[in-house]
C-alpha cells in the first residue's frame, strides 16, 4: 500500500501561483511514475501533469503546459506541481495519484492504483 498526502492548495488571484506537495509513504519504493489530476464541479477528472520516478520523464495536459511545472525529490517521496499564471478555470480539486506499473499510460487515470483526498485550489478573477 502507498499513501499519499496532497497539501499547498487554497485561494489565489487569477496570474497568481500555488505550489503543491504529495508525499507518498508505505510502499512508496513500488511506485514508477506520479500524477496530478484535478476534478472541478460537475466535470469529468482531468489529467494535469505527470512525472516518471525512474528518469524523471515529464508530461503535461496541453491547457498547463507552459505554467505549470512537475519535479519530484525522490529522497522525500514527494512530488510538486507549480502552478504560474494561474488563471480562474484552473479551479478544482486537485489529485495527486501513483502508478505501479511503468507500462502503462501516465495520462489516463484509470491507470493509477493509490490515491490521495485531494486539495482544493480557488483561483478568483
Known amino acids: 500500500q502507498v499513501q499519499l498526502v496532497e497539501s499547498g492548495g487554497g485561494l489565489v488571484q487569477a496570474g497568481g501561483s500555488l505550489r503543491l506537495s504529495c508525499a507518498a509513504s508505505g510502499r512508496a519504493f513500488s511506485v514508477s511514475a506520479m500524477g496530478w489530476f484535478r476534478q472541478a464541479p460537475g466535470k469529468e477528472r482531468d489529467f494535469v501533469a505527470a512525472?516518471?520516478?525512474?528518469?524523471?520523464?515529464?508530461y503535461y495536459a496541453d491547457s498547463v503546459k507552459g505554467r505549470f511545472t512537475i519535479s519530484r525529490d525522490n529522497a522525500k517521496n514527494t512530488v510538486y506541481l507549480q502552478m504560474n499564471s494561474l488563471k480562474p478555470e484552473d479551479t478544482a480539486v486537485y489529485y495527486c495519484a501513483a502508478d505501479r506499473d511503468v507500462r502503462r499510460s501516465v495520462v489516463a487515470s484509470i491507470n493509477y492504483d493509490y490515491w490521495g483526498r485531494g486539495t482544493q485550489v480557488t483561483v478568483s478573477s
Open positions: 512525472i516518471r520516478w525512474s528518469g524523471g520523464s515529464t
